[in-house]
């Protein structure tokens, strides 16, 4: 998953645009700052991770790599470490828990208005719709270069809607 965050920084006395780009991938756990961070900004890694952690979100054992754009420039300082930990936070989906509990949303599902029939409809949906753009996506790797073949993730949705009201049935 890719985050993207904006900051700025200061060279001198004059300020740049910098954006963090924070993914979480597969692989071995490692935690890689990149686009020539000084040393403060490469320790920040140790201080989001505890930080998150001692706030309760649990970071999953995977490959992050945080990307610091542009990658001309030396970042220094610890200004970076909350665009690094709000990065993270939105590529691991915190931030949407977090605004769900602030909201309520957990405490106010009755699940006595769920049906059986939407439950299972809701479980084959999962099931054979993850199945269905499993397949899509391995298929379009072969087929074209794995930059194009990202847009999947933006395109997937917005088709999903479009599916979804031309084949409903109930009005």
């Known amino acids: 998953m890719l985050a993207h965050v904006h900051t700025a920084a200061l060279r001198g006395v004059e300020s740049f645009l910098v954006r963090v780009e924070v993914n979480l991938s597969s692989g071995l756990p490692a935690f890689t700052v990149v686009g020539l961070p000084h040393g403060a900004v490469r320790e920040s890694r140790d201080r989001v991770t505890a930080a998150l952690r001692n706030s309760g979100f649990p970071l999953l054992n995977r490959r992050i790599t945080v990307n610091l754009a542009p990658g001309d420039v030396r970042k220094e300082g610890t200004a970076f470490d909350l665009p690094i930990a709000v990065g993270l936070l939105a590529a691991g989906g915190g931030i949407l828990l977090f ?73």
Do not use: C, H, Q
């Not at 309520?104 to 999962?126: M, N, R, T």
């Not at 930059?147 to 088709?159: D, L, Q, S």
């Open 99 to 171: 605004m769900s509990l602030a909201a309520g949303e957990p405490f106010s599902f009755d699940a006595s208005a769920v049906s059986l029939k939407s439950a299972l409809a809701l479980i084959y949906l999962i099931t054979f719709g993850a199945m269905v753009a499993y397949a899509a996506y391995i298929w379009l790797l072969t087929v074209v270069s794995p930059a194009k073949a990202t847009t999947y993730a933006y395109v997937n949705p917005v088709v999903a809607m479009f599916l979804g009201g031309l084949l409903r049935t109930n009005r």
